[in-house]
């Protein structure tokens, strides 16, 4: 007996090939009202899987001296929103074969102090 695995399609009805997580190389930690980075995610890493728990997160992908601040309301440019209970996968950029443009990742509460789980994908 032969097993598949069922891919998410895309508007053509293609599978849409899905990176594996990487060994070891998960982060988590309790969001604030200040800008928190992790990082450097591992070279190769071109998504991260991030996921917030018990209130909204804003992120935003850099390099080491990336930080995020929380945005003026209503705003049409700025950090990342990432809801409570949400699992959003964010690519790190770069070209194919070539670096990441983002090895760093900065997270902020949107309020309170909810929980931020973050998983490297390469």
Known sequence: MTSSTLLPLDDTGLPIPVLPLRIGAGYGL??????????????GTRVVTVRAIGAGVF???????????????????????VASGETVDIALGGSAGGPAAADHLAVIAASGTPAVYVSERG
């Open 30 to 43: 309790t969001a604030s009202n200040a800008s928190q980075r992790l990082g450097p995610f591992q070279a």
């Open 59 to 81: 992120v935003e992908p850099g390099d080491g001296t990336v930080v995020v601040a929380l945005p003026a309301m209503p705003f049409s440019l700025g950090p990342h929103y």
